[in-house]
């Protein structure tokens, strides 16, 4: 279970020029206009977990309720995803950029897979191969570009929701048969997404 992070709302800070500079809060007094949607692309936090957290099996709230807010990615996180994001989805659509984030931290979020970001990006297969062609050629340490800071931001509120997939491949520039194997959840541009 995830903790939470105990800072009063009046410390939340506005985003700034990189969209990742607000700070998670311990609660949110809902304000007139809310919806969980948008707060939980202000604080960097999961919808779905916001909703686990304060019992609600919808998404009405409202003006002067206040919600709990779970643990939230931080800034670092957010922009090694980014960057990712942007290396592997260049030339595609936003939903597959939001897509490749998903995919991110759905294997954070699974058993199979470890649990950070960081290692997620950075986890070698057992011939030492990165997971991810970007951080093997270095595209990885380029800066991302806005698109892909937002899919990021969509991602991690989306988080918990959708197709549940694990991996994604451009099938005309991979050989690799196992993934081939996979079930596939979605095609979005040149990728396909799979559990």
Known sequence: M?????????????????GFDAQAAGS?????GDSLW??????GVSVKEMQELNKKNNHLIFPGEALQLPEKVSKEDKELLARLVHAESKGEPYEGKVAVATVVLNRVDSEQFPD????VVYETSAGGIYQFSPVGNGQIDKAADEEAIKAVEEAIAFRGDGNNSLYF???DKT?????????VTKTIGNHVFAQ
């Open 116 to 119: 950070s970001i960081k290692e």
């Open 169 to 171: 491949f451009n099938p």
């Open 28 to 32: 949110h007094k809902v304000q007139s």
């Open 175 to 183: 050989s690799d048969e196992w993934i081939r194997t996979r079930k």
């Open 38 to 43: 948008n707060i939980g692309k202000t604080y």
């Open 2 to 18: 995830k903790k939470l992070i105990a800072i009063s709302t009046a410390a939340v800070a506005l985003f700034a020029g990189t």
